[in-house]
């Protein structure tokens, strides 16, 4: 009985060694995944002139937002996040409430082409959307917009 006990408190401990270097390595991997992140969060929030007169490696004289401010005004984001919304918005709807309709006849009734028309949606979703790119690629280049 008393080997069962050291033999437990054997592994234990082999085991908190384990878990401690998993925890350290998911540590390392987790910061080194997330400073450049970070980093250049920090580095946006600095005026440019702070940037140019102390260093990139300076501790800031003031943070603010004045970058995004600028980016959101001279490239116009707020157009472009509207014809995005414009598009997107009414895409997603339609496509989600034509899929429910389709989806419930597919699996709901037995008619001739069922199990193939399953197949076939079942394919197009395993498609990469990569290959989608390739005809719209094809179709600017000959429209030349």
């Known amino acids: 009985m008393s080997t069962g006990v050291v033999q437990d408190k054997k592994y234990r401990d082999s085991q908190k060694r384990k878990d ?37 490696f300076s501790w800031p004289r003031n943070l603010n937002f004045d970058n995004y401010v600028n980016a959101m005004r001279e490239m116009q984001i707020g157009g472009y996040l509207l014809n995005s919304a414009i ?25 001739k082409f069922n199990l193939s028309l399953l197949l076939l949606f079942t394919a197009g979703n395993m498609l990469p959307i990569v290959l989608t790119y390739i005809p719209v690629f094809w179709l600017l280049i000959v429209t030349g917009k």
């Not at 390595?25 to 005026?47: K, N």
């Not at 598009?87 to 008619?111: D, E, H, M, N, Q």
């Open 20 to 56: 401690f270097f998993i925890s350290l390595f998911i540590g390392i991997f987790a910061f080194v995944w997330v400073f450049p992140i970070l980093w250049t969060v920090w580095t946006s929030l600095r005026p440019y002139n702070d940037i140019i007169s102390y260093g990139i």
């Open 87 to 111: 598009v997107t918005i009414p895409s997603v709807i339609l496509t989600l409430f034509f899929g429910s309709l389709i989806a419930f006849v597919v699996t709901r009734y037995k008619f």
